[in-house]
């Protein structure tokens, strides 16, 4: 059995961990285990399950302290003799790269799973690195292949040497279920409701303010408009007090940071992703499974959609207002019978049960080449 060091950076709630924890579930662990090193300033990190599954978990300084949280990671790759390191930190991937490379491990994976945008903070240190975010690894993933454009360019993508795994979910748990849906929105008060729905990190990236916006211009329009928002993060306040300015606290069920997901997705009319940027995100997979009309900013890949009959993509260069009218216009004039779309998602290939194995088969490869050298 061969230990993997899976380096996540920071293991908040949401896309990356929801991707790697999908993988991991469903590998053959008794051929390929993980350990996960984290940042201490992780939100979810999920110990008791990895820890059920036969991993570990260790944490190390958050990667603000480059130096310590490097030296944090070399003592672990030192301690545990890996084979196999895997960053799933974007750009920041060639620091764990440099690390690996310093211990001799032979198999050094760099994977890309998000991008970039000119609004974001993160978007200048982003393209700092990026030209070097092909050194001191040995391969390179994506979880789709907007993302392994974006990070290891277009010439080096089409040569190849790109593996692409896309985003999974697993379509049994997310799937539409009404009996379940009439339950939340009877337990949530959503019964008469047309509810918008919003989940993620409350972050510039996701765009969270204009997801207020949006809202509060289809409220102008639909009173029995209702917003379901889930997530936590920086932005949390900012929101709540344009909540309070637009005086529509009523209209708004802010339910925090929660991993009870499934519920939420059936409770909901459509829902809304006007990110700045993604990667593939899993709340879109998730939210189309369910038989969900998403609403994405055309800064989404269009990959990310898998179901041509709910997948609408809108410009951010459009108001609110537009946004607005195009939401009211595909839910309450053209909305599609509600139905699951799991059939759709599988052949799509974002089932994690079929793209685990060959997932698996890339690792078993790599793991064989080693025991050739």
Same mark, same amino acid.
């Given at each position: ?73 070399k003592k672990i790759c030192k301690q545990n003799k890996y084979k196999i390191i895997h960053g799933y930190n974007g750009t920041m991937n060639v620091f764990a790269m440099y690390v690996?490379?310093?211990?001799? *491990?032979?198999?050094?994976? =760099?994977?890309?799973?998000? &991008?970039?945008? !000119?609004?974001? /903070?993160?978007? +200048? ?40 795994f896309k985003t999974v979910i697993n379509t049994e748990i997310s799937k539409y279920d009404p009996e379940l849906r009439a339950k939340t929105r009877k337990e949530y008060n959503l019964t008469d409701n047309i509810v918008i729905g919003h989940i993620g990190r409350l972050t510039e990236q996701k765009n969270t303010l204009f997801v207020i916006d ?14 379901? *928002?889930?997530?936590?993060? =920086?932005?949390?306040?900012? &929101?709540?007090? !344009?909540?309070? /300015?637009?005086? +529509? ?108 194995? =060959? ?15």
């Amino acid at each position: 059995m061969e230990r993997v060091a899976v380096v996540m950076g920071k293991m908040h709630s949401g896309g990356k961990k929801n991707l790697v924890m999908e993988y991991y579930r469903h590998i053959d662990r008794t051929q390929i285990q993980f350990d996960f090193i984290c940042d201490s300033d992780s939100n979810a990190v999920p110990t008791e399950e990895i820890e059920s599954l036969g991993g570990r978990v260790y944490i190390v300084p958050p990667y603000q302290h480059i130096f310590k949280n490097m030296r944090a990671i070399k003592k672990i790759c030192k301690q545990n003799k890996y084979k196999i390191i895997h960053g799933y930190n974007g750009t920041m991937n060639v620091f764990a790269m440099y690390v690996g490379w310093r211990c001799h *491990i032979p198999v050094r994976i =760099n994977e890309s799973i998000s &991008m970039a945008h !000119k609004s974001d /903070k993160k978007t +200048i240190l982003k393209k700092l690195l990026k030209p070097f975010t092909k050194m001191f690894a040995t391969h390179y993933m994506a979880n789709g292949e907007a993302c392994g454009r974006w990070q290891f360019g277009d010439k080096f993508y089409d040569s190849g040497k790109v593996a692409v795994f896309k985003t999974v979910i697993n379509t049994e748990i997310s799937k539409y279920d009404p009996e379940l849906r009439a339950k939340t929105r009877k337990e949530y008060n959503l019964t008469d409701n047309i509810v918008i729905g919003h989940i993620g990190r409350l972050t510039e990236q996701k765009n969270t303010l204009f997801v207020i916006d949006i809202f509060k211009s289809i409220l102008d329009k639909e009173k029995k408009a209702k917003l379901l *928002i889930i997530g936590d993060g =920086n932005l949390k306040e900012a &929101m709540l007090e !344009k909540i309070s /300015k637009y005086g +529509i606290e009523n209209s708004v069920l802010y339910l925090g940071r929660r991993e009870d997901i499934p519920q939420f997705y059936n409770a909901m009319d459509c829902f809304l992703l006007p990110s700045l940027y993604e990667g593939l995100p899993v709340v879109g997979v998730e939210a189309e499974n369910c038989g969900l009309p998403m609403f994405y900013s055309t800064e989404i890949p269009r990959e990310s959609s898998a179901c041509l009959d709910l997948g609408h993509f809108i410009s951010l260069e459009k108001s609110a207002d537009e946004w607005a009218e195009e939401i009211l216009k595909a839910t309450m004039i053209n909305m599609p019978i509600r139905r699951g779309h799991s059939a759709e998602i599988r052949a799509a290939g974002f089932d994690s049960t079929r793209e685990v194995l =060959n997932f698996q088969k890339y690792y078993q490869n790599l793991i064989n080449q080693i025991k050739l050298k």
